[in-house]
């Protein structure tokens, strides 16, 4: 699947704490706020103390469940809220609608006996536009996960001294 948002690979932490210790434990802390819950599953992002609030910031999408010999198992990954992955692909589609109306315009604007000239032309001037625009929006999205990329760390070091959480390397995760 082609994203056009940062997202990260899955993770798993195993804490010997209960489901429901670690659930009290998410959601009454003041530096991170618990942004959606249902049963097992959670959405966590770091409390920004100032009002600013990045679109991009990375959210930690997580569930809890049973780990095997006792305790509680969490696994998620970091990615950008829902709202912020739809508008990237309405702008990447923005993108490509630029793109194609440059071609046309470029082809029509012509008189009849250069049109292969300038359908190619066209088509050059569309395709770099598109891909112009593209790597813009990329460069963008990218550096403004990078302004709050912290905010990852401080919910890893939440999960390894709040929930006593240590991550399983991906090779023993079942």
């Known amino acids: ?35 959606g819950r249902s ?3 959670f959405s966590l992002r770091r409390r920004k103390i100032w009002g600013y609030h990045n679109g991009f910031m ?6 809890l469940g049973d780990a095997p010999g006792g ?6 990954y970091f ?7 739809i508008a990237a692909s309405i702008m990447y589609l923005m993108s490509a609608a630029m793109a194609i109306f440059a071609a046309i315009g470029a082809a029509t604007d ?17 395709i770099g536009t598109g891909i112009g625009t593209a790597g813009v929006l990329w460069l963008f999205f ?3 996960w990078w302004i709050d990329s912290g905010d990852m760390q401080f919910i890893i070091k939440f999960f390894e001294n709040s ?6 390397p991906m090779e023993q995760v079942n």
């Open 110 to 126: 012509s008189e009849p006996g250069a049109r292969l000239l300038a359908t190619l032309t066209g088509l050059a001037v569309g």
């Open 163 to 168: 929930l006593e959480a240590t991550e399983q």
């Open 1 to 35: 699947m082609i994203r056009f948002w940062p997202q990260t690979k899955s993770r798993t932490w195993h804490t010997h704490l209960s489901r429901h210790q670690c659930a009290d434990r998410l959601t009454g802390t003041r530096e991170l706020i618990c942004i």
């Open 71 to 76: 305790g509680t198992r969490i696994e998620g």
């Open 142 to 144: 990218r550096f403004a």
């Open 79 to 85: 990615s950008v809220i829902l709202f912020t992955r």
């Open 58 to 63: 990375p959210v930690f999408f997580g569930k």
């Open 39 to 41: 049963d097992d599953s």
